[in-house]
């Protein structure tokens, strides 16, 4: 197995991906309910918070996005932001929680994907963060119908990633 197909952190003493019945590999996922619900905690307080002194919705896409050429402008607050999102894992880490993680497929499948995902953020006018945390609690119908597209489009892409070609 390359890296590409298989990244692990050793010393979380993680099981590699478990093999399907036709061979191929899945990802295998400990399911956590208190790290869950105090990250959802923690994604919704953000959202609120970001809400309620800036005006802005928490969604990722949009964060980046306005960061970029043409549209930087206004980026303090985008910069703060995206270096929480990442100083959070890595201050869980140090303080000596482990995030083991395996990457069952391939870099070519990974890149087809992140294509995919990133014309679904084009033509849904956003992501899941703004969509899924941000829409839905403001009751917004674009949001409500987004989700559910991504709720299904997901539930259909396992079903044929595990059922149909086997990965």
Known sequence: MNT???????????K?????????????TDFTPYQSLFGGLLIGL????LMAFNGRIAGMTGIVGGILPPYAKDNGWRIAFLAGAIIGPVLYMAAGGVVPFAVPVSMP????GGFIVGMGVVYG??????HGVCGMARFSPRSIIATVTFMITTGLTVYVMRHVIGG
């Open 4 to 14: 590409f197909t298989y990244v692990a952190i050793r010393a979380a003493k993680h």
């Open 16 to 28: 590699p991906p478990f093999e399907n019945r036709r061979g191929g590999k899945r990802m295998e």
């Open 46 to 49: 953000s959202a609120v918070m």
């Open 109 to 112: 499948a990974m890149i087809v």
């Open 125 to 130: 006018s956003g992501c899941t963060s703004g």
